[in-house]
């Protein structure tokens, strides 16, 4: 599944190859034109929410039988999920570097967050390696 507000991507993507896998597209309501036409041409699945987000996303799969998604995306998007209680599990994977400054990118886009007693805690499930990067497991703690 490929979420885009906008449908503005390249047309040469494994993505659209439905022999591999059969992919479905959610879009928004201002989503172009072209680029709906390319994916009916291409035999790809779409559909339309309006708004798209997380939650609207998540409502929407849950109708087609799908309980269980895995998050893969951008810092905005992640972000997103987060805020709307969309996610109960993370696997984040931090490599042993070390960036700064105003360009660099985070994995999560901005939560409104201005203390950290704000924050969400959560669980360490476990902590693994991946080679030289480390990877976390960590879960809702949910308290009783």
Do not use: Y
């Amino acid at each position: 599944m490929v979420l885009s507000q906008t449908l503005e991507f390249p047309p040469q993507r494994q993505l659209w190859d439905q022999a591999l896998a059969p992919t479905l597209v959610v879009h928004g309501p201002d989503a172009s034109a072209l680029g709906r036409q390319l994916l009916d041409q291409l035999g790809v699945e779409r559909l339309e929410l309006d708004p798209v987000n997380p939650v609207t996303l998540l409502d929407a799969l849950a109708q087609r039988g799908c309980n269980q998604v895995l998050w893969e995306c951008g810092p905005p998007l992640a972000a997103e999920a987060l805020k709307h209680g969309c996610v109960q599990q993370v696997a984040a994977v931090i490599a042993p570097k070390l960036l700064g400054g105003l360009a660099a990118r985070t994995p999560l886009g901005d939560l409104g967050l201005v203390d950290v007693n704000e924050a969400q805690q959560w669980e360490l499930h476990g902590v693994g390696r991946l080679g030289v990067d480390w990877l976390w497991e960590l879960g809702v703690l949910l308290v009783d």
